[in-house]
């Protein structure tokens, strides 16, 4: 259900209390006993709130001295790359982290202009630092980087998150990130007793460094995007940072490549008063939200389009993109995607590996699977996570990987990785390549696609749950699944494992001819979502919600 509030302008009574903030994340100490109060990691590092204890001081301290215990048993000796978004907690978190690495020996690579680094940064620094010298990626051996990037992503201003990259510069895997969290759970309780250096004496160790991040990324995009045509084309776009991570990245991209990039909104505000409220009546940043871009969108049909050919957004760690357009406002994630993967792969990246394919989650829009079919490429289904598509993209098993929440990287264009995290950024940039290329902004080459394909309608509806009913989604199966039709359509597949890989989705996906739905929890918050999808018709979809809450609450019965 819809918040009565969304989309209207965020009021007093909607803001943080910074300072409260701030000092909850030292003053409340988390119960090791109170499940809600341990450190659990989702799909990317834990998260939680300093009011409700889930994401304080202790849980920091706890979760670093794991991260340096772990990279010691692995035998990583290079730098530790850090870097935070502009939520509230992030600095302090950040502060506390470095104490406790500086304390364990670990060599910290901190931004040198004390800027936020946004999450995308921070891989394509470990990436580029482990590569060899014959440019292939190094995965054992002295000297290897890893990282840590201090953010929740899109979440509320309330909320902090911190989350480990290993050497391979992503999300990482299931097993690195279970061994940290039970590590630091057993070193929760008794958290005074681990070793820190004060911050200011750690800061100014030898084994602090300070790293121009931003330089270091920016220099590194004319690999992955082509400059030379949208400066050529003379493609004006704005972005809208969100009170983020990427806000003093754009600049800079003007200064070395001669781009008309805009700063649409630069203010950096910790409580975020300038947003419009998301779906579910909160202060939500993200860039994908027709609801939390509903101020931005409203300026530009105000007159703000004369300046604009479309304008890009993202996400306070700036992993996250969202995509608007003239006379169509806010894009479908899975929309943009379809028609990102129909351009890259159809012949604008000739250096990209033969056969490789198109990675997408099972909660994408099968609209990328007939795009995917209309030009012969393979398509690659993996369960929620960008953590799934690592390993491909390292293998060339897949050149591009999206998923519907608006995550997505690709390869450099001579076919190297470039990040293995989401990338916020990169899709803004090929969101003006692509119509410098083909004179269509990304909505009307949308349109184009739908007049091929046919339309579909796209939902995702969250329900809040407990953590007991969570667990269950992880043993379905799809006997659990009795039904034998679905909106009117008999059900040709009831998945438990992803068909790309036959990883455990973690819930379970019902599908028709032209209908399908997924059930799983959240890794991150209290709920479970539900997405569908009709080809059918808008009441089609309705059907197949419907229908789906009733498999599902069977199936947990």
Not at 113 to 142: K, M, W
Not at 237 to 260: C, F, H, Q, R
Not at 320 to 336: E, L
Not at 430 to 451: F, R, Y
Request: glycine share 10%; net charge negative.
């Amino acid at each position: 259900m819809v918040a009565t509030n969304a989309g209207m302008p965020a009021t007093p009574a909607d803001l943080i209390n910074v300072d409260e903030v701030i000092g909850k994340y030292y003053d409340l100490v988390p119960d090791p006993a109170v499940a809600e109060q341990r450190v659990i990691f989702g799909t990317s590092g834990h998260r939680g709130s300093s009011l409700k204890t889930s994401f304080n001081e202790a849980h920091i301290v706890a979760i670093t001295q794991a991260i340096a215990e772990y990279r010691k048993a692995a035998g990583v000796t290079g730098p530790l790359y850090i870097g935070r978004d502009t939520h509230a907690l992030s600095e302090p978190a950040q502060k506390t982290a470095i104490e406790v690495l500086v304390a364990n020996g670990v060599h910290v690579r901190v931004d040198s202009r004390g800027d936020y680094v946004p999450t995308p940064v921070v891989s394509q620094a470990i990436l580029t630092h482990n590569r060899a010298a014959d440019g292939t990626q190094r995965f054992e051996g002295e000297g290897l980087a890893d990282g840590i990037v201090v953010t929740p992503s899109h979440n509320p201003p309330t909320d902090g998150g911190f989350k480990y990259d290993p050497v391979t510069g992503g999300p990482a895997p299931a097993e690195t990130t279970n061994a940290i969290a039970a590590r630091a759970n057993e070193l929760l309780a008794d958290y005074k007793n681990i070793k820190r250096v004060p911050y200011e004496q750690a800061i100014k160790s030898d084994l602090v460094e300070g790293f121009d991040y931003r330089d270091h990324y920016v220099s590194d995009l004319a690999n992955v995007i082509d400059f030379d045509l949208i400066r050529s084309s003379g493609v004006r776009l704005g972005i809208d940072p969100l009170g983020g991570a990427s806000v003093n990245y754009w600049p800079l991209m003007n200064e070395k490549y001669g781009t008309n990039i805009d700063v649409v909104r630069p203010e950096v505000d910790p409580t975020w008063s300038f947003m419009t409220i998301d779906h579910d009546g909160k202060i939500r940043m993200d860039p994908s939200s027709p609801y939390a871009m509903k101020g931005l969108v409203d300026s530009l049909n105000a007159g703000a389009w004369d300046k604009y050919d479309l304008v890009g957004g993202t996400d306070p760690d700036a992993d996250r993109h969202g995509i608007v357009c003239p006379n169509w406002g806010v894009m479908n994630p899975n929309h943009y995607i379809a028609v990102c993967v129909e351009y890259l792969f159809g012949g604008n990246r000739p250096g990209w590996p033969e056969g490789a394919g198109i990675g997408k989650t099972l909660v994408s829009s099968s609209l990328i699977d007939r795009v995917a079919a209309s030009i012969g490429a393979k398509l690659v289904e993996v369960p929620v996570g960008f953590k799934w598509f690592v390993d491909p993209l390292f293998k060339g098993e897949v050149a591009f990987g999206g998923e519907e929440s608006s995550g997505m990287s690709f390869l450099r264009r001579d076919g190297r990785v470039w990040t293995t995290d989401k990338d916020g950024l990169i899709p803004d940039l090929l969101a003006a390549e692509i119509t410098a290329k083909t004179g269509k902004n990304p909505a009307e080459l949308h349109k184009d696609q739908v007049a091929r394909f046919g339309e579909s309608w796209y939902k995702r509806v969250d329900t809040p749950t407990t953590l007991e009913q969570k667990a269950k989604f992880a043993a379905l199966t799809g006997d659990d699944v009795t039904a034998t039709q679905l909106a009117g359509e008999d059900i040709t597949a009831k998945l438990t494992e992803a068909p790309g890989n036959g990883a455990k989705i973690g819930g379970l996906k019902v599908t028709t001819k032209d209908n399908w739905f997924a059930a799983r929890p959240s890794g991150t918050e209290n709920i479970y979502k539900v997405y569908a999808e009709s080809f059918v018709s808008p009441e089609a979809l309705d059907k197949v919600l419907d229908e789906a809450t009733v498999v599902v609450d069977k199936a947990l019965a």
